[in-house]
């Protein structure tokens, strides 16, 4: 039987356990110092702490060569140039990611809910999904540059 102390305890220890408990497993993982050691300061505090690089500050929002946008963090092929389009906010912006390369979870920073997007293989931030796209889909994935590399 669950009394109010037992309750208060277990919430308690739910509250204060590591966020690596309800954390999702991703098939490639690094030690902290292993992601430190790989990535730029932006590259890191953008992919691994979810943060946002300033708008207009990557050459990959102004690139429309063909070719695949990856994953800065493990190389899986995340965005085909054919989704590319420019959404005017400074960031890369796709109306479509690549079948199954990507990976969603509620986002409730900023007073809203927003969808997150990382790549479902390492789990790096990639960016926000939104509602206000061109057709087909409706969508606009807002990313970081910080966490693309384009191969033509």
Same mark, same amino acid.
């Given at each position: ?23 999702? !497993? ?22 691994? !702490? ?33 989704? *590319? ?23 409730? *920073? ?43």
């Amino acid at each position: 039987m669950m009394n109010r102390r037992s309750f208060t305890l277990s919430t308690l220890a739910m509250a204060t356990a590591p966020a690596a408990l309800w954390a999702e !497993q991703f098939e490639v993982t690094r030690t902290d110092a292993e992601w430190r050691a790989m990535l730029t300061d932006l590259q890191y505090r953008v992919m691994r !702490q979810e943060g946002t690089e300033r708008a207009g500050t990557s050459p990959l929002d102004k690139n429309y060569a063909d070719g695949t946008y990856h994953c800065r963090g493990c190389d899986l092929p995340l965005y085909s140039s054919e989704t *590319k389009y420019d959404s005017g906010t400074g960031w890369p912006s796709f109306y479509a990611s690549l079948p199954g390369a990507i990976g969603t979870k509620p986002d409730r *920073k900023l007073f809203t809910v927003r969808t997150e997007c990382h790549c479902r293989r390492c789990g790096s931030h990639l960016g926000h999904i939104f509602d206000d796209g061109p057709r087909p889909t409706g969508k606009r994935h807002c990313l970081n540059g910080a966490s693309l590399v384009f191969r033509a």
